[in-house]
């Protein structure tokens, strides 16, 4: 069984570019979440989606962060315009809650230079 | 809000048994849950934890006090494969979100 799908892996872009980060989450799994992860400030959640609506935005830095999610296999997170400081790591996750249990299935993460 | 304390670095020898703590401040506890990351990959599922007491899968361990707000994570015959990050993250009730430790890095040396 195919686990979370992240592309690309790895993007190097200049400021004031656009950035789109894509995932496929886990078949059959209703809830998806958008993390970034970075040195200073660790593991962050962004937003996250069930059944394929914003549930929790509030993670979201700022208006150039946008996410959305058209079907069940499908999530973006874009950015625009980029800057330097969303450098980061940005890992998407998936779920199927059972019983209150939540154990969430991440992808490989996408490692994103913004020059 | 919620906050969550965890040791930043921990090291042990290869055979021996380690423990991370994990201290956690939040309205609504539903449960803790602890994830590995090895340096260059993706956070990984290892234990779950509703209920008071110890959960045992292999050479893991997991235990949480819900009256003391604590929680931690055992691993035993540690092994060099070991090295790696663990973060506890708590659910919170009504929400399907983690919110995640800062994470600890366990260095296992021969």
């Known amino acids: 069984d195919a686990g979370v799908i992240q592309s690309p892996r790895h993007e190097v872009t200049e400021m004031g570019q656009e950035v789109t980060l894509r995932c496929k989450p886990i078949?059959?799994?209703?809830?998806l979440f958008w993390y970034r992860q970075t040195m200073m400030r660790g593991l962050e959640l962004l937003i996250y989606?069930?059944?394929?609506?914003?549930?929790?935005d509030s993670g979201m830095p700022e208006d150039r962060f946008s996410a959305k999610m058209p079907n069940a296999s499908f999530s973006t997170l874009k950015i625009q315009p980029s800057e330097p400081r969303d450098s980061a790591v940005y890992f998407c996750?998936?779920?199927?809650?059972?019983?209150?249990?939540?154990?969430?299935?991440f992808g490989p993460g996408t490692r994103l230079l913004v020059l | 809000g919620q906050s969550l304390e965890q040791p930043s670095e921990v090291t042990a020898v290869e055979g021996a048994i380690v423990q991370i703590n994990c201290t956690y401040q939040?309205?609504?506890?539903?449960?803790l849950s602890w994830y590995q990351q090895h340096d260059g990959g993706a956070p990984t599922f290892l234990s779950y934890?509703?209920?008071?007491g110890l959960e045992e899968t292999g050479r893991f361990s997991s235990f949480l006090s819900r009256s003391d707000s604590y929680g931690y994570l055992l691993l035993q015959e540690l092994q060099m494969k070991d090295s790696a990050s663990y973060f506890c993250?708590?659910?919170?009730?009504?929400?399907?979100?983690?919110?995640f430790g800062t994470g600890t890095r366990l260095l296992v040396s021969p």
């Open positions: 996750a998936s779920s199927q809650p059972r019983g209150g249990e939540e154990t969430q299935y």
């Open positions: 934890n509703a209920l008071d």
């Open positions: 939040t309205s609504g506890f539903y449960g």
């Open positions: 993250a708590v659910i919170m009730v009504g929400f399907q979100k983690l919110v």
């Open positions: 078949s059959g799994h209703n809830s």
């Open positions: 989606f069930n059944n394929n609506v914003p549930i929790d």
